[in-house]
């Protein structure tokens, strides 16, 4: 099984501000890493898949880059609506594994 | 308009069977995969397993010997069966599909599964 660790556990940011989150996997998944959002009683939201392609209808400041073990889902300039926990998936090798997620936060 | 909607029994007992279906309206959803998803309270998302327009299942290892998912393509509908539940398997269950990706993009609104005596 392929393990995903998410860094850090909580980020505490403001509005405006760049945030940095970081996937690692403890083998090569090439490039088949999808980054979700998932905000307090709502389902996961699909943000970026292939490592790098926003889904549709995510705004352009959600990026996404990396492949092989390490990948980094940038926010360019954190919205109100952007804080939220993050979670990262692996879908080249079954079972399918998520990241434990990152918390963005106001500070 | 997409819209996944997810039914069945959330309040089960120690040993029964956990049994979900998943409707999926408005796209055709019949060339990726089908998945089911599960989150205990407080806690991160878990995979449960997937099944492909083509029939072929993939379970999460942990779990494989007592889940089953069926498709049933004409109706869109697709179903989870988790046996001999215990209060591990107590949270929020998920099911998940795609009409364009082998990623997920169309979630239910979740099922909150209890397992008390």
């Known amino acids: 099984e392929v393990v995903l660790t998410q860094s850090p556990a909580t980020l505490s940011l403001s509005p405006g501000e760049r945030a940095t989150l970081s996937c690692r996997t403890s083998?090569?998944?090439?490039?088949?890493l999808a980054w979700y959002q998932q905000k307090p009683g709502q389902a996961p939201r699909l943000l970026i898949y292939?490592?790098?392609t926003r889904a549709t209808g995510v705004p352009a400041r959600f990026s996404g880059s990396g492949s092989g073990t390490d990948f980094t889902l940038t926010i360019s300039s954190l919205e109100p609506e952007d804080f939220a926990v993050y979670y990262c998936?692996?879908?080249?090798?079954?079972?399918?594994?998520f990241g434990g997620g990152t918390k963005v936060d106001i500070k | 308009q997409v819209q996944v909607q997810q039914w069945g029994e959330g309040l089960l007992k120690p040993s029964e069977t956990l049994s979900l279906t998943c409707g999926v309206y408005?796209?055709?959803?019949?060339?990726?995969?089908w998945s089911w998803i599960r989150q205990p309270p407080g806690e991160g998302l878990e995979w449960i397993g997937e099944?492909?327009?083509?029939?072929?299942?993939n379970y999460n290892p942990s779990l494989e010997s007592r889940v089953t998912i069926l498709v049933d393509s004409s109706k869109n509908h697709f179903s989870l069966k988790l046996r001999s539940v215990t209060a591990a398997d107590a949270a929020l269950y998920y099911c998940?599909?795609?009409?364009?990706?082998?990623?997920?993009?169309?979630w239910g609104q979740g099922t909150l599964v209890t397992v008390s005596s």
């Open positions: 292939d490592a790098s």
């Open positions: 998936l692996q879908r080249s090798n079954w079972p399918l594994t």
């Open positions: 998940a599909t795609s009409d364009s990706l082998n990623y997920a993009d169309y």
């Open positions: 099944i492909s327009h083509n029939g072929r299942t």
């Open positions: 408005g796209g055709s959803f019949t060339e990726y995969y």
């Open positions: 083998q090569s998944v090439s490039l088949y």
